[in-house]
């Protein structure tokens, strides 16, 4: 079982790997209509779980406490569902599931802002 940090950090990697392939893809056919689901994919996806997983690396306590595995599958769950949702709605489909996904992101942020205040950072208090 890989530990909490290599988790976010391996899924924010597997994130940026499809987002820039999206992006490729995007520029080769010079089509840019979905281009807020690619940016959402990579700063929901990418930058915001890095920086979640450079968090719990560097704040053992933090990792190893009841609520980190959670709070990683809370924010896969937000990324999985978000950036779906954002395409539906791109493409006239419905808002609920962009929705859905809007209000995990903020739930998985507010997890984040609690363990942060929980925990420290690194050995900050
Ligand atoms: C191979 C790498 C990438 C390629 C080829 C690529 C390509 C593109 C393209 C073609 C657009 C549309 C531009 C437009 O219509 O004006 C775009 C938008 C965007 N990209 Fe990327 N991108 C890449 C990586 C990234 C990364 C790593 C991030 C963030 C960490 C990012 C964030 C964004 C954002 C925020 C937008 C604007 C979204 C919007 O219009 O709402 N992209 N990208």
Do not use: C, R
């Not at 392939?21 to 995007?26: S, T, V």
């Not at 690619?38 to 406490?65: D, E, K």
């Amino acid at each position: 079982m890989k530990s909490v940090p290599t988790m976010f950090l391996a899924t924010a990697a597997f994130f940026v790997l499809l987002g820039m392939i999206w992006g490729i893809q995007m520029s080769a056919t010079g089509n840019h209509d979905l281009s807020p689901a690619h940016g959402h994919l990579n700063l929901v996806g990418f930058v915001t779980m890095s920086v979640m997983g450079i968090y719990y690396a560097l704040t053992p306590a933090a990792a190893a406490s009841k609520w980190a595995w959670p709070h990683y599958f809370l924010a896969l769950g937000a990324v999985v569902i978000l950036v779906p949702g954002i395409v539906m709605a791109l493409t006239g489909k419905g808002e609920a599931l962009a929705k859905a996904g809007s209000v995990l992101s903020v739930v998985s942020v507010v997890a984040f802002l609690a363990m942060i205040l929980k925990f420290g950072f690194g050995n900050q208090k």
